[in-house]
């Protein structure tokens, strides 16, 4: 399956996984020139940008692992552009969701590990 079959099959899988969780999915996919958010989404007082990161295992290394400074750089360049266009009015915040899915969009169960806030304001962490 190609890689961008595979990348729309985990960010749905990560959005249903919201929703069950009881956000409200705003955004699926978002691009502008700085780079692309996974999924946006609302809950509470915050408006969560959503950076997935799918994986067969976690054997190598944590799928979170692979959002690195440069990645968290435009993640944040790209929500601001998103929360100039769009007045919510919410607190931003930045997660990951990594997904193991050891065959691929085969895997009946896979498993899903969300982490909030998982880089904080600044990104650099």
């Known amino acids: 399956m190609n890689r961008r079959l595979l990348g729309q099959w985990g960010e749905e899988q990560a959005a249903n996984y919201l929703r069950r969780k009881r956000f409200s999915i705003t955004a699926l996919n978002y691009t502008t020139r700085f780079g ?35 990645k968290r750089r435009r993640l944040i360049s790209a929500a601001s552009m998103w929360l100039a266009e769009n007045d919510t ?4 915040r930045f997660d990951v969701i990594e997904i193991y899915a050891p ?7 896979p498993v899903i590990n969300h982490i909030v806030n998982a880089f904080g304001d600044d990104g650099a962490n």
């Open 103 to 109: 065959e691929g969009t085969d895997t009946a169960k």
């Open 89 to 92: 009015g919410k607190q931003p």
């Open 36 to 70: 692309e958010i996974d999924v946006i989404a609302e809950k509470g007082k915050f408006v969560v940008f959503v950076e997935v990161k799918l994986r067969k295992s976690d054997e190598f290394a944590r799928a979170a692992e692979f959002v690195d400074a440069n």
